[in-house]
């Protein structure tokens, strides 16, 4: 059966138009005002914003090793409530995946998903930051993107080899920014509250430093490089000069970063607990004046799932991370301010990380639709509807993850993910799973 959706601002890169969407067969068919309502199911979206499927470059799905606390199945789920049409499954699994048999296994169960789910290859075997992967092989399978994320590679000459064998497979490495003898054994930011609260703290520079040295590698390689989760101003200023030098370098943002600081660790609730930590009302405040700028390439969600025994853990021993995809949408609208730009909205949760991940064109090799694009016809059906509007309470009951660590459980939120279809297939409507 055909889908139609009725009355939505359609919202492309430049500009946006009240059209109706119909959809049939995996692909938009039809743009307008008159579009034949035959034998279609008709979703009435006036009010909204129609636009591409969010795509998340950051998620832990934690298959395998941790079905615990996630699988794909499930973060898929919990990605199509958030309006994400394409997730990219992090190495920081157990075993991690450093190989063509370990990728190929997490391409298999994301196939069995709704979603298209693209997996991020390890840079180094294990992630010890010593040996490098197979790229090459990862690459044949379609993985665009390489990283050590949880440690970030920390050996500058191991990093330097990496963006040189990265270059000519046309891929991109991205670095988990923090240098570990500066950071070491630290559980939040660093600075008067934690000695306050007698907290080993994280300093900014830890971050910064490996960010301005990674830089350097690029410059001295040519090679692209993607820096994760950034979370100071200055982090975002070295990206944006070495941006206008003509580097070829992207960074992302979270949700947690732009909307919460260092003091919601005042209580040592291990929920506020990530790595890189909460900052102060600076770096909050810069990232989100940098949301309206073009030295942010996209919001990611670093979506973090941990069995709840282990977020019950005192805050010093509790591991880092947090719940993100089912919220990021609603949180970024948020943080972009009053009269926000639904350019720019699907810019950052679309459209930027689409083309950081590659994910532009459709990939036969893996499966992948094309994503972020301008819902014209012929184009694959990827489509979020977004309701600027709907004020609602976010629930840790009302996951659809698996777990449960989430800090905006009571949380009111503005503007919510009506309808998901991805593939051409409606995954989610009025909010509800299908």
């Known amino acids: 059966m055909k889908i139609v959706l009725r009355g939505g601002l359609v919202i492309g890169p430049t500009t946006s ?6 959809i049939r067969d995996g692909v938009i068919v039809e743009r307008g005002t008159s579009v ?5 199911q008709v979703i009435d979206v006036s009010g909204c914003w129609v636009g591409p499927g969010l795509v998340d470059l950051h998620t832990h799905l934690r298959e395998p090793g941790r079905e615990d606390a996630e699988d794909v199945a499930s973060g898929a789920r919990a990605g199509a409530m958030g309006g994400y049409t394409a997730l990219t499954a992090m190495p920081n699994t157990e075993p991690a995946l450093d190989s063509v048999a370990l ?12 979603l298209d789910v693209a997996v991020a290859g390890a840079i180094t075997v294990g992630r010890r930051g010593e040996l490098l992967a197979p790229m090459a092989e990862m690459a044949a399978l379609g993985v665009r993107i390489f990283t050590d994320d949880g ?10 080899r990496a963006l040189e064998y990265a270059k000519p497979l046309g891929v991109r490495l991205a670095q988990h920014c923090e240098d570990e003898a500066l950071a070491a054994g630290g559980v939040m930011n660093e600075g008067a509250l934690s000695a306050a609260l007698g907290l080993v703290g994280r300093p900014a520079l830890a971050e910064e430093l490996m960010v301005l040295r990674d830089i350097e590698l690029v410059r001295l390689t040519g090679g692209r490089m ?18 206008a030098e003509g580097l070829d370098v992207t960074c992302e943002v979270m949700p947690h970063h732009f909307i919460f600081t260092e003091e919601r660790c005042g209580h040592y609730d291990a929920q506020f607990k990530v790595h890189p930590p909460l900052r102060g009302e600076l770096d909050r405040d810069a990232l989100r004046v940098a949301l309206h700028t073009s030295a942010i390439d996209a919001v990611a969600t670093d979506h973090a ?17 947090m719940l993100g995809l089912e919220h990021a949408a609603s949180l970024t609208y948020e943080a972009l301010g009053e009269d926000p730009s639904p350019q720019q909205f699907f810019e950052l949760l679309s459209r930027g990380p689409a083309r950081v991940g590659q994910l532009r064109e459709h990939d036969r090799r893996v499966g992948l639709s094309a994503h972020g694009g301008d819902l014209s016809v012929g184009s694959d059906a990827n489509v979020v509807v977004f309701d600027p509007a709907a004020r609602w309470i976010a629930s840790k009951e009302n996951l659809a993850s698996r777990a449960t660590n989430t800090p905006y459980d009571a949380r009111a939120m503005l503007g919510k993910v009506r309808v998901t279809i991805a593939k051409g297939r409606l995954v989610v409507n009025e909010g509800v799973l299908q």
């Open 17 to 22: 138009a009240l059209t109706d969407i119909a």
């Open 226 to 243: 993607h820096f994760l989760h950034l979370s100071t101003g200055r982090s975002i200023a070295l990206v944006a000069a070495a941006k």
């Open 151 to 160: 440690t970030g590679v920390q050996n500058p000459l191991v990093m330097r």
């Open 103 to 114: 990728v190929s296994f997490v391409l298999a169960q994301g196939a069995k998903t709704p």
């Open 305 to 321: 799932p941990h069995a709840p025994q282990l977020k019950e853990l005192p805050f010093d021993e509790a591991p880092a991370g």
């Open 36 to 40: 034949d309502l035959t034998n279609a």
